[in-house]
T-cell receptor, first 114, second 113 residues
Framework: DAKTTQPPSMDCAEGRAANLPCNHS???????VYWYRQIHSQGPQYIIH???NNETNEMASLIITEDRKSSTLILPHATLRDTAVYYC???????????????FGQGTILTVHP | EADIYQTPRYLVIGTGKKITLECSQT?????MYWYQQDPGMELHLIHY???????EKGDLSSESTVSRIRTEHFPLTLESARPSHTSQYLC????????????FGNGTRLTVT
């Protein structure tokens, strides 16, 4: 699996954009980047994923660098309810027993303050 | 919105008891997973399934067992609970294609006394 590196914690003011970086310098050409978040005591929630193009949905935007060695998750207008642990994950691709598994790291604790 | 349900939400049980954690999904997903997570720690995959009658062990060794007799149901069983099994257990499912996102339940928080 390509490993990911994220800052352990970040702060953001309510209403401002939250930009969460992720390094995945060993990513393979056909591996996707996924973002999940986990609010205390709940199961992880899927946010967005992408291969090489930038992606946007109703929750967030995902910017992937041209060399695919890093990405940024953008929450355009953070709210207090966005306070959570955010996980950047590179999806294992291929057949056999590794098919489709997700490997979660430590993630980034994002705190949104008033 | 994903529909995946785990019961019970919380469970406190004595050492030596047999327990089954339930997980059901209504999306018709072929693939299902069990993760284990201690407070403030990473998620670790303990079991997964590609479909009916298919189960595999995950990355983290676990004394639990799973079964997949029906597509929508993926229960996890501990034959004899021990205090070391105290943890949160998270169930997830996804469509079969390799890039489909996982949808998680809200977990079962197990305490073995």
């Amino acid at each position: 699996d390509a490993k990911t590196t994220q800052p352990p914690s970040m702060d953001c003011a309510e209403g401002r954009a939250a930009n969460l970086p992720c390094n995945h310098s060993t990513i393979s050409g056909n591996e996707y980047v996924y973002w999940y978040r986990q609010i205390h005591s709940q199961g992880p929630q899927y946010i967005i994923h992408g291969l090489k193009n930038n992606e946007t949905n109703e929750m967030a935007s995902l910017i992937i660098t041209e060399d695919r060695k890093s990405s940024t998750l953008i929450l355009p207008h953070a709210t207090l309810r966005d306070t959570a642990v955010y996980y950047c994950i590179v999806r294992v691709r291929g057949g056999g027993t590794s098919y489709g598994k997700l490997t979660f790291g430590q993630g980034t604790i994002l705190t949104v303050h008033p | 919105e994903a529909d995946i349900y785990q019961t019970p939400r919380y469970l406190v049980i004595g050492t030596g008891k047999k327990i089954t954690l339930e997980c059901s999904q209504t999306m018709g997903h072929d693939k299902m997973y069990w993760y284990q997570q201690d407070p403030g720690m990473e998620l670790h995959l303990i079991h997964y399934s590609y479909g009916v009658n298919s189960t595999e062990k995950g990355d983290l060794s676990s004394e639990s067992t799973v079964s997949r007799i029906r597509t929508e149901h993926f229960p996890l069983t501990l034959e004899s609970a021990r205090p070391s099994h105290t943890s949160q257990y998270l169930c997830a499912s996804s469509e079969y294609s390799y890039n489909s996102p996982l949808h998680f339940g809200n977990g079962t928080r197990l305490t073995v006394t």
